[in-house]
């Protein structure tokens, strides 16, 4: 899958996508889907919380392991993604866009420029899988 | 050698095959500075012969005393069947199933505890078991913690009829992660908590209340009003109870409007011997919601590649293994061989057996009740209902009670004065379905003689 | 192989009753009272035998199979141990008896706590953990209470290896500590100049493995225990491998403040499909007083139990007796038949039977993940090799390995050597067991090259095949339901 030149990301495998609205969407890599094996559950960050950049929000877990998310922007929450509920796998299958995890509204918007671009991401995943 | 099958010949053909001259060469690894001498404390060895003449002296020093105490370890008959089977070495020397397909027995039968366990407290799921009563009450107090996402203040609140020692141990294991424990005091005359005491609590962030049932004196709490407050006041609810008694009492998911959520107890009564004082089992079920939160081995029944039903251990992603330091808790191995016992003594009993026990334990603590308190001197403490443990007070002090009457092969109750010295010369009893009319009357007589 | 659910063996009204009297509690109020009878089978007593004979059936054990469980120490458990320790006397004695009544029960445990002391190297023993988890818990509660009773509040990072049972950091974090992880060397040897770099004054301690997971023996460890106490903080050994070193080398002497022991592993009891364990535990003399309790003690000539009154500053009770008593009496009883010869033959013998099946494997081209090191009582094979090569991997050969009739190695532990197989033979096992565990992991080496398949799909003979964790995680089947009629 080639990774969306529009999203920043973290080197911990989170994404990052400003919306035209100027919330951002996160959620995590094809290269992290992939290393973690199927998902069976998600715990999503509730809507209402305030999170700084770097916060474990929330949890990804597969049968062999478990792992945290962590926000790449400061702000509150203010959706999450229910369907990861019942469907987890949503992001395995489409972790860039149905795989979303939580939307939040930032409140420093400098952050996001400090975020790696897709290029700089994808050498990083590349140098992990080997 | 006692249990090394090796012949010179196979430890020369063997030293051949690595290349080494002998077996100390394979040490050579260690600093030379670091290697210890004789173990000149260390007892010679004993034959199997000698060392089970020297374990009949020791057991015969001991006897058998007729037992008089409960006091979160009970005295059941355990019916033959239960320990010939968990005897079997396909049980006692399998490890934790981590193959799967090679522990489907072990798996099964987890899969069939954790269903009676979940059924017998009215919850939706349970674990494969903790180590025991007490510490499975720092673990659901740990769990509550992290369960009850609204909460902040880590605050639980406990009775003090709760086991005065499962409040040291939730102390002990669970106070290194800043949990704020406050005491909640019973009523004098009911020995029970009272939920308008509760009310000093009002309008404030508590975490979970405590509740035990029947609590540590036997009486029965009104655990209905008392879930119902922590409800409505924002606090999650752990019970604790005893098993046995859940034949004759109403389920912890049962309690109040919503039920409980978290139920820890003491797995002993089911099948597994007093045995001073362990192995025993620590049980734990809870709400499905709080499933992830829960710590503990999990199995699930699943399918196999043919699509045929199996059993596996699930939800492994709390597990110390793989979460390390965010693990639910560092357990790993847990009390298997004692839930097997349980298993088998809840499928022996069925629902009308363990009705059976539970009732008559409760006839026979009646009428040791009623023996003793006929005796000059001696009378019961609280009003209200109880389960199958009474307290009573003496005249004088306790201990030279307890210990005269341990000369005359007596066990006869736990002395309440190290941590209820406000109720005098107290005195924790209990009888069981084990204990007989001959035996009560014996009892009775011999702390009349004491108290005369 | 297939055996139903107890509960679908059950009838209504068929019981097992014959056990018990019938008696009446209408004392109990009915608001407080149960309304539905629980989920409990209705089968007779000779369902109930047969089925739990059947299940016991389904499983691989060391008295049916060579169970090679890497740091898990399947040894033969001696049947004088279980015997012995079911004596009715020991069986029926309630933990509030009067000690009077238990001199016999407390002698032996005192004698087991002075033989834990020889061979260990402490100074004192306190048995009470229930598991091996536990006593790393009272440990690291130790170490933290230690350095509190002095003021040094800002200690509180627990130092553990990349290679460490993932028990390490989750007691860590039980005891509120932080916890700092280092690496080790190609060699398996921890990184002293790592270690050098994250001692300070916030170091509580170490947690150390020796001979470590990684199944070779820690040759620096004096220089480590020199370190870690020039730095102030203290040195926890976790006795998951102390078969290895038996009446060789001493914790103690090693400079640990601090030790664990698995009695299930080194001393025999045991492991009963998971539990129950016992995680005694030894201190040097820095942490005598912060010992959980109870203890065993003496006064006069009468054993006791030492409580928080002897012992005040104890970091307190972590069971709600004096822990797993059964299991300390069959140790107690293994320890009394090995003596002090045995104790010592232990871990030679657990030593020479992992050296041989090590050598043998590489002979039969199996790739060792640390070439160059002496096998301890264990020792790790990598498949990295065969995996990029053939396509299988290290879950594969376990597998496999079940359809010739051994239980699997550890699998994927420690975590950072790839498509690794964790062995440990112990001493109780026959060079002819080792050698047929050697043919089996040539076939199946073979297998990997002629039939792949057929390892990616074992095991074939099992009463099940692989099982769908994924399904089991996401549908969660935890408890039988009955069918709604």
Known sequence: ??????????????????????????????????????????????????????????????????????????????????????????????????????????????????LLDAAAYDQIAAAEGH | MPFIPHTDADVRDMLATIGVPNIDALFDEIPSSLRCGVLACI??????????????????????????????????????????????????????????????????????YQTMIASLTGMQVANASLYDGASAVAEAALMAVRAH???????????????????????????????????????????????????????????????????????????????????????????????????????????????????????????????????????????????????????????????????????????????????????????????TAATIYLSLVGPEGLERVAAASQARTRELVAALTKVRGVRAVFNGPRFHEAVLTLDRPVGPVLEALAVQGIVGGYSLAEHYPELGNALLVCATETRNSNDIARYAAALASLLS | MHEKLIFEHSRTGRTATAQFPAAEAADIPAGLRRKQRPLLPEVSELQVVRHFTRLSQLNFSIDTHFYPLGSCTMKYNPRACNALAMLPEFLSRHPYAPEATGQGLLGCLYELQEMLLEVTGMQGVSLTPMAGAQGEFAGVAMMRAYHQSRGDLARVEIIVPDAAHGTNPATATMCGCKVVEIPSLPNGDIDIDALKRVVGPATAGIMLTNPSTLGVFERRIAEVAGIVHDAGGLLYYDGANLNAILGKVRPGDMGFDVIHMNLHKTFSTPHGGGGPGSGAVGVGKRLLPFMPIPVVGTQGNQYR???????????????????????????????????????????????????????????????????????SHEFIITLK???????????????????????APTTYFPLLVPECLLIEPTETEAKEELDGFVDAMIAILAEASSDPDKLHSAPHTLPV?????????????????????
């Open chain 3, 385 to 407: 090799r065969q995996s990029r090569e053939l396509g299988v991997s290290a879950m594969d050969f376990a597998k496999r390995l079940l359809d010739y009739g051994f239980h």
């Open chain 2, 149 to 339: 996402r609204r909460s902040t203040s880590a605050r639980i609140l406990m009775p003090t009829t709760l086991n005065p020692v499962y409040r040291q141990v939730t102390r002990a294991i669970a106070g290194n992660q800043s949990l704020n424990f406050e005491m909640l005091p019973y009523v004098p005359g009911s020995g029970t908590i009272d939920a308008t005491a509760l009310d000093k609590w009002k309008g404030q962030d508590v975490t979970a209340l405590v509740i035990q049932q029947p609590n540590f004196f036997g009486q029965l709490e009104d655990v209905d009003a008392l879930t119902d407050w922590a409800h409505a006041n924002g606090a999650l609810v752990i019970a604790v109870v005893n098993p046995t008694s859940l034949a004759l009492l109403k389920p912890p998911g049962e309690w109040g409007q919503k039920g409980v959520d978290i139920v820890v107890g003491e797995g002993q009564p089911l099948g597994v011997p007093l045995a001073g004082g362990g192995p025993y089992i620590g049980f734990m079920t809870t709400r499905m919601e709080h499933v992830r939160q829960m710590p503990g081995r999990i199995v699930g029944r699943t399918l196999d590649l043919d699509g045929k039903p199996g059993f596996t251990l699930t939800l492994q992603a709390r597990e110390q293994h793989i979460r390390r330091s965010k693990a639910t808790s560092n357990i790993c191995t847990n009390q298997g061989l004692l839930v």
């Open chain 3, 305 to 375: 139990w030492l409580t928080e009154k002897d012992l005040p500053q104890s970091i307190g009770r972590l069971s709600g007796f004096m822990g797993n008593a059964g299991v300390l009496l069959r140790a107690y009883i293994y320890m009394r038949m090995l003596g002090r010869p045995g104790m010592q033959r232990v871990s030679e013998y657990a030593t020479l039977n992992a050296n041989y099946l090590l050598a043998r494997l590489k002979a039969a081209g199996f790739d060792a993940a640390y070439t160059d090191r002496r096998a």
């Open chain 1, 1 to 114: 899958m080639t990774t969306p030149a529009d999203l920043k990301f973290l080197k911990s495998h989170e994404w990052a996508r400003t919306e035209s609205d100027g919330t951002v969407t996160i959620g995590i890599s094809d290269h992290a889907q992939n290393a973690l094996g199927d998902l069976v559950f998600v715990d999503v960050p509730e809507v209402g919380k305030t999170l700084a950049a770097g916060d474990a929000c929330a949890v990804v877990e597969s049968v062999k392991a478990a792992s945290d998310v962590y926000s790449p922007v400061s702000g509150e929450v203010i959706a999450n993604n229910d369907a990861l509920g019942a469907t987890p796998e949503l992001i395995n299958t489409d972790p860039y866009g149905a795989g979303w995890i939580a939307r939040i509204r930032p409140s420093n918007a400098a952050e996001l420029a400090k």
């Open chain 2, 43 to 112: 007892p010679e060895a004993l034959t199997e012969m000698d060392v089970g003449r020297l374990m009949q002296e020791r057991a015969a020093q001991d006897g058998r005393p007729l037992n008089f105490i409960g006091a979160g370890a009970y005295e059941h008959h355990i019916p033959a069947a239960v320990w010939s089977i968990v005897s079997r070495g396909e049980f006692y020397s399998a490890y934790t199933p981590y193959q799967a397909e090679a522990s489907q027995g072990t798996l099964q039968l987890l899969y069939e």
């Open chain 3, 465 to 485: 095949r692989r099982l769908d964790d994924v399904r089991a995680a996401k549908q969660l089947d935890l408890t039988w339901k009955p069918a709604q009629a």
